[in-house]
């Protein structure tokens, strides 16, 4: 089942055009990311896809419905994670999520319940104000999952947050992968992509330059096998698996090879390829 399909998708603000003839789809239960550096269109494209803005041309679809004329069927399985936190500053974290939960029918123990998943229930007394960044993160991601949503929109979630926040919201989110709960994932970030991610797209000046799964993208760019090898007398050699066959096969034969490595290329690579420009921005 698709639950995101977009066809021919374009965008412009004041005849400056941000997305161009983009077309992606988002199956249940899979994570799709979506990578490029600031200014690529990311969040533009997620603030169509939510209904926040219309399209100019082409279509999007959200569980079958116009993303201009969502229903309130689609919202009710939608949860968001954005860049405005929109918490209530002055109100504790259980109280932040209370208002959310009385809004939509939601028992007291599904609070309880979601401020344990995101390691906050010690600090449920605490005002929102006075958490720390990646604890604010985690309190608008169990917002975001308070009302159990089968698709998740998640803007550079963990942006700047430490190590530790970090690992807790990705192992939460691997955690709702296992549960088919579909995820659209903007991010600059390569090892969390490699980490959650189904499938990603290249986002570049507003045009999908690459798409598919992170292996067969490094696949089809993977021209040669370069290895890296540390022999036994400690030096490195930067060798050509073709153009270096026989002295790769000397070095094993004469047992001098101690470690070996393949140099396959990065996304930061293929992307800079693509682009002459870097991913990680």
Do not use: W
Not at 56 to 71: A, I, T
Not at 73 to 99: A, F, H, P
Request: glycine content about 6%; some cysteine; aromatic content about 4%.
């Amino acid at each position: 089942m698709k639950v995101i399909q977009i066809e021919h998708l374009q965008k412009a603000f004041q005849n400056n055009i941000i997305l161009k003839d983009l077309r992606l789809s988002l199956e249940e239960g899979e994570c799709f990311g979506c990578l490029g550096p600031s200014g690529a269109g990311k969040t533009t494209l997620v603030r169509i896809m939510i209904g926040q803005l219309d399209i100019d041309q082409g279509r999007c679809l959200v569980f079958g419905e116009d993303s201009r004329h969502l229903s309130a069927r689609v919202y009710e399985k939608t949860g968001l994670v954005l860049d405005e936190q929109g918490l209530y500053e002055r109100m504790s974290v259980y109280d932040n999520l209370k208002i959310f939960a009385d809004i939509h029918r939601i028992e007291d123990e599904r609070i309880t319940e979601v401020l344990k998943k995101v390691d906050l229930l010690d600090e449920a007394d605490k005002k929102a104000c006075r958490l720390s960044k990646g604890m604010r993160q985690r309190l608008v991601l169990a917002r975001a999952l308070l009302h159990r949503p089968r698709l998740l929109f998640l803007d550079e979630p963990t942006s700047a947050l430490d190590p530790v926040s970090r690992h807790l919201i990705h192992h939460l989110l691997l955690t709702l992968k296992q549960q088919q709960v579909s995820i659209f994932l903007t991010t600059h970030n390569m090892q969390e992509a490699a980490l959650l991610c189904d499938r990603i797209g290249l986002l570049h000046e507003g045009s999908m330059i690459e798409e598919g799964r992170i292996d067969d993208i490094i696949e089809k760019y993977h021209n040669h096998l370069a290895l890296h090898i540390e022999l036994t007398d400690h030096r490195h050699l930067n060798l050509d698996a073709q153009k270096d066959a026989d002295d790769i096969c000397h070095y094993l034969k004469e047992g001098k090879i101690l470690k070996i490595h393949s140099n396959e290329p990065t996304l930061e690579d293929i992307f800079k390829k693509l682009t002459g420009k870097r991913l990680n921005l």
